[in-house]
């Protein structure tokens, strides 16, 4: 069974940066592409940024130049680095994977999610 875990998330005063992290267990015979999703109160989940198993990436106007996504093959590890926060971005962050499972199907998994509250 294929499992996400994040960390990373904490409380940090806007301005500040975090790093996100997410650890991929399981078999997988390809890795489509993951992403940062996140969740503010009241709001819908919404995408933050992705990275195809190419490598390129895709970014919500809202953190563009400010975060950057990229991966670790050796740890089955994808991170969200984000930088110059705003209490904005304060949400729960979600990683999610799209893969090709052993059984040749193209199938998807979310992670528990990653607080990040940033405080003006």
């Known amino acids: 069974q294929v499992q996400l875990v994040e960390s990373g998330g904490d409380l940090v005063q806007a301005g500040g940066s975090l790093r996100l992290s997410c650890v991929v267990s399981?078999?997988?015979?390809?890795?489509?592409?993951m992403g940062w999703y996140r969740q503010a109160p009241g709001s819908q989940r919404a995408l933050v940024a992705t990275?195809?198993?190419?490598?390129?990436?895709n970014y919500a106007d809202s953190v563009e130049g400010r975060f950057t996504i990229s991966r670790d093959n050796a740890k089955n590890t994808v991170f969200l680095q984000m930088n110059s926060l705003k209490p904005e971005d304060t949400a729960v962050y979600y990683c999610?994977?799209?893969?090709?499972?052993?059984?040749?199907?193209?199938?998807?998994?979310w992670g528990q999610g990653t607080l990040v509250t940033v405080s003006s």
């Open positions: 399981g078999s997988i015979l390809r890795f489509n592409t």
């Open positions: 990275i195809t198993g190419g490598g390129t990436t």
């Open positions: 999610n994977l799209n893969y090709l499972g052993t059984r040749l199907r193209n199938l998807e998994v």
